[in-house]
């Protein structure tokens, strides 16, 4: 079993559509969830970061962590065509200064105009 | 120059050859990292620098050396590599005080064909 579980798709929805994105983990020690963001020939910039449980919210972004069913969500309102990218979930325990980061596979999402 | 610059963006080598990529970092961080990527796989981490000492190498084969003369530039030196080590290589930095959390940084990437 993978640590980090992610539909890589590819996910096309029109624009306007509210878009949830996913990743499930195995391991309990996780305490920090990342979404980063991957648009084509550049690198991930990160989205939005959660500690732990809870909902974060940046526009018309909102991440969601539910560490007792190990499920994270990124939610997008009012998907806009500049959202097409590779979303990429990834994950660390609080151990170290290295931050090992756990990657999930990532989403291809085309919002369609 | 701003954020983390990587040169070539694209390289073509053949197995025998030795090429070398480069990543520099213009935000005064202490940590740099090398990722590789590859198509329906996930990030693999290969290298961390922290102060210019190695503190992780991932298990990667030898024909993949890391340098890091100083906190702001890092190397992959490459050698006698394989086509399944065609990828994009994607390097990182990240602050080493601040608090728990410390984003890491990517560049563009060097999308690298073997031959």
């Known amino acids: 079993q993978k640590e980090v579980e992610q539909d890589p798709g590819p996910l096309s929805v029109p624009e306007g559509a509210i878009v949830s994105l996913n990743c499930t983990y195995s391991n309990s020690a996780f305490q920090y969830f990342m979404w980063y963001r991957q648009y084509s020939r550049k690198g991930p910039e990160l989205l939005m970061y959660t500690y732990s449980s809870g909902n974060k919210e940046d526009g018309r972004f909102t991440a969601q962590v539910d560490k007792s069913s190990k499920y994270i969500s990124l939610f997008i309102r009012d998907s806009q065509p500049s959202d097409s990218a590779t979303y990429l979930c990834?994950?660390?325990?609080?151990?170290?200064?290295?931050?090992?980061?756990?990657w999930g596979l990532g989403t291809s999402l085309a919002v369609n105009p | 120059e701003t954020g983390v610059t990587q040169t070539p963006r694209h390289l073509v080598m053949g197995m025998t050859n030795k090429k070398s990529l480069k990543c520099e970092q213009h935000l005064g961080h202490n940590a740099m990292y090398w990722y590789k990527q590859s198509a329906k796989k996930p990030l693999e981490l290969m290298f961390v620098?922290?102060?210019?000492?190695?503190?992780e190498n991932n298990s990667v084969p030898s024909r993949f050396s890391p340098e890091c003369p100083n906190s702001s530039h890092l190397f992959l030196h490459l050698h006698t590599l394989q086509p399944e080590d065609s990828a994009l290589y994607l390097c990182?930095?990240?602050?080493?005080?601040?608090?728990?959390?410390?984003?890491?940084?990517f560049g563009p990437g060097t999308r690298l064909t073997v031959l």
């Open positions: 990834a994950m660390s325990d609080n151990a170290g200064n290295n931050r090992k980061l756990i």
């Open positions: 620098y922290n102060f210019k000492e190695q503190t």
């Open positions: 990182a930095s990240r602050p080493t005080a601040g608090g728990p959390f410390n984003e890491q940084f």
